[in-house]
């Protein structure tokens, strides 16, 4: 699955960043990849869940090494977030081009 495609932009941001900042990157991300996210997954589903982004998050878990799981975020419960552990919310492809 694409991360990206189209005219997608992809932000990366930390889970250590307060709520409301999550939410106002999250809600005018296209595709987002967020990092740091450990004891932050709380604080990173709520914000997600506040952008009606929740449902096409995935927990990645240990990408490309031995053990790597991949989960969609709203089914992985919260404790089980490891130190290696990164949420990716996949773009939506070109959008319409403005009328001129």
Known sequence: MPITWGDDVLSVVMGTLPEDDLVRHM???DALVVMKTGRNL????R???ATGRLD????VERGTMAGERVVRLAEAAEADCPYFAIVLVPGQGRRPEAAE
């Open 47 to 49: 914000a997600l869940a």
């Open 42 to 45: 709380p604080k990173v589903r």
């Open 56 to 59: 096409e998050a995935l927990l």
């Open 27 to 29: 809600g005018s991300a």
